[in-house]
């Protein structure tokens, strides 16, 4: 099993920044993708980015050039850079992880007013 608990959601204004933080434990050896999904509200979950264990990633096309993934894997820890936020980046944002299957964590709210 893992275990994911994201931390650094909240409320900012729009064109605000926003570093959300995602720590991994447990069974970490068989995990290889993490990543960030969002859910808006009557809205499907959504990819937002992933990383592989290798640093290769990948972005939604609404977030290119606006967000960041990186990846730490001594501490286990995946963080999403958030920059020039806009009301339509309001959503839970949900750290993910896969290994022989996915993992999430319980969801951050972002917030972002106009």
């Known amino acids: 099993q893992v275990q994911l608990v994201e931390s650094g959601g909240g409320l900012v204004q729009a064109g605000g920044s926003l570093k959300l933080t995602c720590a991994a434990s447990?069974?970490?050896?068989?995990?290889?993708?993490m990543g960030w999904f969002r859910q808006a509200p009557g809205k499907q979950r959504e990819l937002v980015a992933i990383?592989?264990?290798?640093?290769?990633?990948n972005y939604a096309d609404s977030v290119k050039g606006r967000f960041t993934i990186s990846r730490d894997n001594a501490k286990n820890m995946v963080y999403l850079q958030m920059n020039s936020l806009k009301p339509e980046d309001t959503a839970i944002y949900y750290c993910?992880?896969?290994?022989?299957?996915?993992?999430w964590g319980q969801g951050t709210q972002v917030t972002v007013s106009s």
């Open positions: 990383i592989t264990s290798g640093g290769s990633t």
């Open positions: 993910y992880a896969r290994g022989a299957r996915a993992y």
């Open positions: 447990g069974s970490i050896f068989s995990i290889n993708t």
